[in-house]
């Protein structure tokens, strides 16, 4: 049978990738690679989701704190933005993501949670107010 999926991970999936490029599909443990192939789908679902909150803290900062606006601000919405477009290149799928209520909710509650904690502040709106195509705009921001 080989090692079990619980035991040792990492030499499951070397034995398991070594079955399929053997075309030994019944020998195949397909329940558990079924869930690994479901978890690289919520592990790049959740990288989406760091980005957009970490693009949304730093929205959130320019918008609420003016007076301490500055290039360095600029440039790490500008990385942000383009980290987000790039992955969206790169799997299209995830554009889904963009317009899923659940996926906003809990990305948006994650950018207040780091804009409280970058910011000191704590009245940020309870939902984004902005639309997702502004906030990956490159000519967007908010408040000017």
């Known amino acids: 049978m080989g090692t079990p999926y619980e035991q ?5 999936a070397m034995e ?7 075309g030994k599909l019944s ?5 558990h690679i ?3 192939i479901e978890g690289v789908a919520r592990s790049e ?3 989406l989701s760091r980005r957009a909150s970490t693009l949304l803290a730093h929205l959130l900062r320019w918008q609420h704190q003016p007076g301490r606006r500055c290039s360095s601000w ?3 919405i500008k ?3 383009k980290a987000l477009a790039r992955a969206l290149r790169a799997t299209p799928s995830l554009s889904a993501s ?3 209520p659940d996926w906003l909710e809990g990305t948006w509650d994650d950018a207040v949670g780091k804009a409280i904690e970058e910011t000191g502040l704590d009245a940020f709106p309870e939902s984004c107010p902005w639309s997702m195509d502004q906030v990956l705009s490159v000519e967007f921001l908010p408040g000017d």
């Open 8 to 12: 040792d991970i990492v030499a499951w």
């Open 16 to 22: 398991q990738a070594a079955l399929l490029r053997a």
């Open 27 to 31: 020998a195949i443990d397909i329940e």
């Open 34 to 36: 079924a869930d690994e």
């Open 45 to 47: 679902r959740r990288e």
């Open 74 to 76: 600029a440039s790490l």
């Open 79 to 81: 990385v942000q933005r």
């Open 98 to 100: 963009l317009s899923d």
